[in-house]
Nanobody, 124 residues
């Protein structure tokens, strides 16, 4: 059974940093791209960042480019999201995802597995 467990969310002031982690189990995740999506209250779920299976390629939403960094440790089946210079508009539930492909994509439909989410709240 595939399981994705996110951690690292919380409350932070604007300008602060958080590091999200996602521990995956149940399959060989090193074969697939992984990523993060988020959903703010009253808004649709949106793409945040993705990383290819080997970690050599990354892709970010324009809204987080230059502030967020995605990385992965295939030996630990874990993907990370380092979030710096956080803004109140980054407040959302953040979801870890696993793709059905090896390459990066912003398309929601390419991600087969989703975690339960972790809340990130940025106060002004």
């Amino acid at each position: 059974q595939v399981q994705l467990v996110e951690s690292g969310g919380g409350l932070v002031q604007a300008g602060g940093s958080l590091r999200l982690s996602c521990a995956a189990s149940g399959r060989t995740f090193s074969m697939y791209a992984m990523g993060w999506f988020r959903q703010a209250p009253g808004k649709e779920r949106e793409f945040v960042a993705t990383i290819s299976r080997g970690g050599t390629a990354t892709y970010y939403a324009d809204s987080v480019k230059g502030r967020f960094t995605i990385s992965r440790d295939n030996a630990k089946n874990t993907v990370y999201l380092q979030m710096n210079s956080l803004k109140p508009e980054d407040t959302a539930v953040y979801y870890c995802v696993v793709s059905q492909y090896s390459g990066t994509s912003y398309r929601t439909g390419e991600y087969t597995y989703w975690g339960q989410g972790t809340q990130v709240t940025v106060s002004s």
